[in-house]
Structure formats: C-alpha cells, structure tokens
C-alpha cells in the first residue's frame, strides 16, 4: 500500500482565500489571501466575498502547487470546506474542489470548518499534542463553542453563545472606536500599551457553559458614545485593554466551568481569536492556577487556513479506510 498521503485542500468560507498542501500531517504550503476589501465596509460583505474568491482561487492553488513542489498528479485526495460559512463564499470553494478532484479523478472529502479549527492542532509542527477526550474553546468571528471531543471524528458541543461570538465582540467594539475591521488584531496591538483596570465593564451572567458578549458590547457601546472624540483618542489603549482582559475573562471562567464538570484537564483553544496574545497569557496562567493544560495552533494555523481542513482531510482519508469518500452531489452548507 502507498506509504504516503498528499492531501490538496481549498478554505473559502468566509473571507480568506486559502490553499494548502499537506504530506500526510506536515504542511508543504499553505496559502492564504485575506480579502482586504471588505475594510472600508467595516465587515464582510457577502456578495464581494464570493467574487474575490473567484477571482483568487485559481492564482492562490497555483501558488500553493509551486511552493509545495509536488505534481497534482501525484495528489491523492481533495479536501474542502463543506461549511458553515456565507453561502456564496462556500460555493465557490466547493465548485473548484469538485473539478479538481473530477479532473485528476481523485477523492473528494468534505470539511466541517469549525471542527478543521480543532484538528489544526494535530498539524506536524513540532509543538506538543492533546490526548483524546480533551475539551476545545473555538473561538472566531463567527463562533464561540466548547467541545468535547473524544476521537478525530466524535465532536460533542457541550456549550455555545446565545448570541454574539468572541470575534464579534471585539470587531463589532473596535467599530465603535473607528478601528478598522477585522478590529480583534488592532484591539490587541493596542492594549498592549494599556491599563486593564482603567475601565470596568460587566461580565453576563449566562448559565452552564454558554456564552453571551451582546451586552458586553451594547454597554461598551453606551460608555464610548457618552464619551468625547478627544477621550476616546486619549485613552484608546486602556479602553482596548480593558475590553480585551474583559472577554477574556469571559472565556477563562468557563474554562474553568468546563474543567470542574466534565473533569477533563486538556483543553485545546482554536479559531482566529486564539491568536489574541493576552488571551495565550493568561492560558499559561491555567496550568498553575488550575492545573488545566492548554494546547493553542501555531497563529498561521488560528486564524482561517486552508493547512487546517488538509489536516482534517488526512484523517478522514485514513478513517475511510483509502474508500469512503464524498460524493460528487455532495453541496456545501451554510450557517
Ligand atoms: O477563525 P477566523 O479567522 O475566521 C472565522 O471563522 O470567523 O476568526 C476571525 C476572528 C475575527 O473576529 C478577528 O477579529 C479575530 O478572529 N482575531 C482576533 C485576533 N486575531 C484574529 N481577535 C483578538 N485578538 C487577535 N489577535
Ligand atoms: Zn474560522
């Protein structure tokens, strides 16, 4: 039997443009244009994100095949983002997926995004690996899930948020500072500089392990707008630092939750909000206090990246034994 497994694998579910490629766990390439236009709107627009995937998809695969330095003919598998993400945006990933794999007459395996985000973690990269059941905090813009996950295939939501997600908070805040979207990065440069004090803003009160970050974000939204321009420029730092340490006492608390109820102390913390850098602080932190060890993706595989549903792709590839695979009717699904 081949030893080896080449995996090519396509990430269009929001608005990231990214193809990798993976032999067996290791990443040879990993390409990834994020769609800056969407900036000056302030958010996602659905519509310009399916066309810039169409316009990118094909430059970003050639790119990700030259770095890589292997032939598509030697590919064994397709790996996509079946979803959720913006419908439009997932189309086109999964239109190019299936003539690719057709042409070449290989596999298709289709990729759940949010549990590509957790696998991300098995990526060979040299960093330390979670033993299974652990629990995994995803958290991104468009989700924030515990999860318990006992398998490479047995995924259990144990905890969602009733209504906005982690990434939300801080974009839909950072809007109302004027910080440019996606505002998470900017919040977090900033407050580097900042108080954590300075301001206090309230924790939900949201039972078990669910999350809530709407009112967080109406009542940071009240106190800036009660505010003038000129404090608003003057304590920007603060202001981003005390929003920052607030959600992530949010997470941190049902962290610990999590721990104290399903005594699991492995916990993987994934999606682009991991990459925030007081969030990787106070994860440390957890080890002494709590006796809770965390395993946070290298920040390339955090944020949406195509080397994370590759990643998925193996393991699918080798659970379905080399041939149960998807079929080509097979549609992609949103939200
Ligand atoms: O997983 P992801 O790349 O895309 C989605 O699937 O949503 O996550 C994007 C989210 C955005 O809300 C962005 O602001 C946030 O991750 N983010 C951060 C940081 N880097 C990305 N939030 C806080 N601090 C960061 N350093
Ligand atoms: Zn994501």
């Given at each position: 039997m081949k030893q080896d497994v080449y995996i090519l694998a396509v990430e269009t579910s929001c608005d990231d443009t990214s193809v990798a490629i993976l032999k067996n766990k290791s990443v040879l390439s990993n390409i990834v244009s994020s769609q800056k236009i969407h900036q000056i709107f302030g958010g996602v627009v659905p519509e310009i994100a399916s066309r810039e995937h169409d316009r990118l998809i094909v430059p970003v695969m050639k790119e990700a095949v030259k770095e890589s330095k292997i032939k598509l003919s030697e590919l064994d598998a397709i790996a996509y983002t079946r979803?959720?993400?913006l419908l439009g945006s997932l189309l086109v990933g999964t239109s190019f997926a299936k003539s690719l794999a057709l042409s070449l007459n290989i596999p298709l395996l289709e990729i759940n995004h949010m549990q590509a985000h957790i696998l991300s973690i098995f990526i060979d990269d040299n960093t330390e690996k979670p033993k299974f059941p652990f629990i995994a905090l995803t958290v991104s813009g468009g989700h924030t899930q515990l999860v318990l996950v006992k398998s490479y295939s047995e995924f259990i939501e144990i905890g969602t948020t009733l209504d906005d997600a982690a990434g939300e908070a801080f974009d839909k805040s950072g809007k109302i500072m004027n910080l440019d979207y996606p505002a998470g990065p900017k919040i977090d440069k900033l407050a580097i500089q900042g108080d954590c004090n300075k301001f206090k803003f309230p924790k939900p009160k949201v039972e078990g392990l669910n999350f809530s970050f709407s009112g967080l974000k109406t009542n940071f939204k009240n106190f800036v707008n009660s505010k003038s321009k000129d404090f608003i420029n003057k304590n920007i730092n603060d202001l981003c630092a005390s929003l920052q340490s607030t959600i992530v006492k949010i997470l941190i608390d049902k962290i610990i939750k999590a721990r104290d109820q399903y005594e699991i102390n492995e916990f993987v913390i994934c999606g682009g909000?991991?990459?925030?850098s007081y969030l990787r602080k106070e994860l440390t932190g957890l080890i002494e206090s709590h006796k809770i060890k965390t395993y946070v993706p290298k920040i390339n595989y955090s944020t949406d990246n195509a080397a994370m549903i590759g990643i998925n792709g193996y393991f699918k590839f080798k659970e379905s034994n080399f041939g149960k695979f998807s079929d080509f009717s097979v549609s992609k699904y949103p939200m």
């Amino acid at each position: 039997m081949k030893q080896d497994v080449y995996i090519l694998a396509v990430e269009t579910s929001c608005d990231d443009t990214s193809v990798a490629i993976l032999k067996n766990k290791s990443v040879l390439s990993n390409i990834v244009s994020s769609q800056k236009i969407h900036q000056i709107f302030g958010g996602v627009v659905p519509e310009i994100a399916s066309r810039e995937h169409d316009r990118l998809i094909v430059p970003v695969m050639k790119e990700a095949v030259k770095e890589s330095k292997i032939k598509l003919s030697e590919l064994d598998a397709i790996a996509y983002t079946r979803g959720p993400g913006l419908l439009g945006s997932l189309l086109v990933g999964t239109s190019f997926a299936k003539s690719l794999a057709l042409s070449l007459n290989i596999p298709l395996l289709e990729i759940n995004h949010m549990q590509a985000h957790i696998l991300s973690i098995f990526i060979d990269d040299n960093t330390e690996k979670p033993k299974f059941p652990f629990i995994a905090l995803t958290v991104s813009g468009g989700h924030t899930q515990l999860v318990l996950v006992k398998s490479y295939s047995e995924f259990i939501e144990i905890g969602t948020t009733l209504d906005d997600a982690a990434g939300e908070a801080f974009d839909k805040s950072g809007k109302i500072m004027n910080l440019d979207y996606p505002a998470g990065p900017k919040i977090d440069k900033l407050a580097i500089q900042g108080d954590c004090n300075k301001f206090k803003f309230p924790k939900p009160k949201v039972e078990g392990l669910n999350f809530s970050f709407s009112g967080l974000k109406t009542n940071f939204k009240n106190f800036v707008n009660s505010k003038s321009k000129d404090f608003i420029n003057k304590n920007i730092n603060d202001l981003c630092a005390s929003l920052q340490s607030t959600i992530v006492k949010i997470l941190i608390d049902k962290i610990i939750k999590a721990r104290d109820q399903y005594e699991i102390n492995e916990f993987v913390i994934c999606g682009g909000v991991s990459a925030n850098s007081y969030l990787r602080k106070e994860l440390t932190g957890l080890i002494e206090s709590h006796k809770i060890k965390t395993y946070v993706p290298k920040i390339n595989y955090s944020t949406d990246n195509a080397a994370m549903i590759g990643i998925n792709g193996y393991f699918k590839f080798k659970e379905s034994n080399f041939g149960k695979f998807s079929d080509f009717s097979v549609s992609k699904y949103p939200m």
